[in-house]
């Protein structure tokens, strides 16, 4: 590539131009060339002012969403690193640009989260707020992530999404986490399920050790309890809000409350049900498929879509 994509005595309008004729062309080698071989030179060598360099640094930071291969996103965050050593608090960072910021592989995440580390560090109090964003929307796991305790309870008010897998629920506090609206739980070893955050919409739990369900959110409308093996009882009453209810393979599940009136899709493939509870009037689709002792079906709402295949008891009971 020729060098006339830019020199480190280029002034800013020049840059911004280059910058806007990669965006233009989908091009992103000219951008990264911009910012390794020319930006960071400049930087080290102060031959750009620090008000040219921040200039240059908030325009090609909003393009780290378009950076190609790993190699070039790890250059990308040598220079946020390095901006952020010699311009502190200066280098203005918001969480519409480090959403952005990679994670493919751990070397990724560690430099990602090293970014957010330095910018808490200058004392800026958007930066858990900006973390937090980030792992939202990426739903990036957060184990993923080797936080401190206190860096665990500054971004915890923040998330909207979790997911914790092979954890050991014991050291959170899920009530600490107040703006929470997913929470997925894998493998966890849990008998029960901890206190939910009160604004929690959407819970799934898979291959949980839990055997009863004893309270629910009332604004859940999302509930999924999918291979919970160990699962005998839900003994809350489901939430009004309650639009979709899983429990497929819930095979030791023998009790549940009424189900809510304003419920749309339920789905218990492989449960031992024998027979199912009242159905309500607007439920859309309805999946008891693999239910090996299922005898009889409640009355179906009129426009219900019904999967039922592998039910063997139940084939008289169609023809009707």
Known sequence: MSSSIGSPAATPPVWQAQVSTAREHNDTSPLIYLLVENILPSLKASTLTKESSLSLLATCAEDIRSFGPSSNKLKALSLLHFAQDHLGSELTLHKETTKYLPFD????????????????????????????????????????????????????????????????????????????????????????????????????????????????????????????YSLQAITSP?????????????????????????????????????????????????????????NSLPPLPASVIINARDCPLLKGELKK
């Open 238 to 294: 489901f939430p009004d809000t309650l639009r979709k209810l899983t429990l497929d393979s819930c095979s030791a599940l023998i009790s549940l409350p009424p189900l809510n009136s304003a419920l749309e899709e339920f789905s218990c493939s492989g449960c031992e049900f024998e027979i199912l509870p009242p159905l309500p009037p607007h439920l859309k689709k309805l999946d008891c498929s693999d239910c090996k002792n299922l």
């Open 105 to 228: 592989n751990k070397e990724q995440m560690d430099h990602s989260l090293a970014i957010f580390r330095n910018w808490a560090r200058s004392g800026s109090s958007d930066a858990f707020p900006a973390l937090a964003n980030w792992l939202d929307q990426n739903q990036i796991p957060l184990m993923r992530l080797n936080l401190t305790a206190e860096e665990l309870s500054l971004v915890a008010p923040h998330l909207t999404y979790l997911y914790l897998s092979d954890t050991d629920l014991s050291s959170f506090n899920l009530t600490s986490f107040t703006r929470l609206e997913s929470l997925t739980l894998i493998r966890n070893s849990l008998s029960e399920l901890p206190a939910l955050p009160d604004h929690l919409k959407h819970l799934h739990c898979h291959e949980a050790g839990i055997r009863e369900i004893r309270a629910l959110p009332a604004s859940l409308r999302d509930l999924d309890c999918s291979a919970c």
